[in-house]
């Protein structure tokens, strides 16, 4: 199978099969010949053709190498490319997942009540630690939640996340909001504010407990408008407090001049399901974000009774705003490059080592307008302060950037032939594993594993025992890890 190009640890990993295939490359089932272990390895081909989703490629990465927790998808190691300047694909090894949720709720009409209450506790439980980290997912669905047969779920794609870099977890604010529409929250949907909290996500989830309760999408507008008008058939018109915080005002004048509805009962809606989790759903599907509960208070909720132990569930320390710097800042394709090589050196600690030392970083970003603003207005500042009558800096063209970006064409060609060769030994010499860094353990592992995963276990045990099997929902070929033994885990 023609899937590694020229990448020195692809002896590491026998490929099994193609699982899965898309624009952005290829996905592969996997044997790690070190670990005997299952992966999935994502080949993304071409990464710097556009610097947009070269930049979303490493906002994820970077995003799961600092989110660490049972509920979100692992990267277990990146391999190192066979040039630092010139590589175009990337190699990113995941666990093996052996579905997602939509297939799940495709292929099972007879998820019990337990599945649906286990289900709605991880992904939760996820939220509440990403959002103590300050990230906002922002793309929530059933797509993009991995499902294994044992009825663990797991959050992916994280490309569309952003960080909070406040004090506090504020709002934030965005102008590329590009999430699919059937989970976008309707302050999204009409641009009702020009910032954003994480009741976004909250709301996200919502939609996707209702889908798995009914086996349909709830809201499946066909374009904002009807996005809309679906939200209000089920909800009724929102309150005047809700309208009035609306500060579009096109969207303001649409909903009031909307015919007056009255909310449908969710009983009636969601007909047989337990009167708990229909209050839960009220509460996350709430039309004003301010209604809506944080994820740590619906973790609270009664609904999870026995399920969840809150003082127990692992918290995260917010995101550096120094890993995000490229964030809003107009990137080249030299320098993107350059930040994907450094995180990939994360996974592999002796070249990161080298790389520090050796102080051969690139500048590589081009200056923000926050940035220009800045140093226009100290330029005014100082010469007020002279007395002396000036100008701001005059502004460049905005395609030349204002400081040297460096290339493998200034005189870097000795340096760069010595970090290829370097990386080659290593490679040959090597073997490479994800770093088992404390950063699996800390505030996550002793608690979680000591007492909140024995909670969660023996609760899933209670309750999924003996529930259909979702092997067709599964992906063509792929079986459990056959390299590890874990508890008896509860099945679908």
Known sequence: M??????????????????????????????DSHTGERVAIKKINDIFGNVSDAARILREIKLLRLLRHPNIVQIKHIMLPPTRREFKDIYVVFELMESDLHQVIKANDNLTPEHHRFFLYQLIRALKYMHSAHVFHRDLKPRNILANSDSKLKICDFGLARASFNDSLSAIYWTDYVATRWYRAPELCGSFFSSYTPAIDIWSIGCIFAEVLTGTPLFPGRNVVHQLDLITDLLGTPSFRSLSQIHSDKAREYLLGMPRKRPIPFSHKFRNADPLALRLLEHLLAFDPKDRPTAEEALADPYFSGLSKLELEPSAQPISKVDFEFEGRRLTKAGVR???????????????????????????????????????????????????????????????????????????????????????????????????????????????????????????????????????????????????????????
Request: glycine share 8%.
């Open 338 to 492: 350059e930040m994907i090589y450094r995180e990939i050196l994360e996974y592999h600690p002796q070249m990161l080592q080298e790389y520090i030392e050796g102080g051969d970083q690139i500048h590589f970003l081009y200056p923000s307008g926050v940035d220009r603003f800045q140093r226009q207005f100290a330029h005014l500042e100082e010469n007020c302060r002279r007395g002396v009558a000036s100008t701001p800096p005059r502004r460049q063209p905005t395609s030349l950037p204002r400081e040297r970006v460096c290339s493998s064409e200034d005189g870097h060609s000795q340096d760069s032939d010595s970090e290829e060769q370097r990386a080659a030994s290593y490679v040959a010499r090597t073997t490479i594993s994800p770093p088992r860094s404390q950063e699996e353990g800390g505030k996550l592992q002793p608690a979680y594993q000591s007492a909140a995963a024995a909670a969660a276990d023996s609760c899933a045990k209670t309750y999924l025992k003996g529930a259909a099997s979702i092997s067709g929902a599964s992906r063509r070929g792929i079986k459990g890890d056959n390299g590890r033994k874990e508890k008896e885990s509860p099945r679908l």
């Open 2 to 31: 023609d899937f590694f190009t020229e990448y020195g640890e692809a002896s590491q990993y026998q490929i099994q099969e193609v699982i899965g295939k898309g624009s952005y490359g290829v996905v592969a089932a996997a044997i």
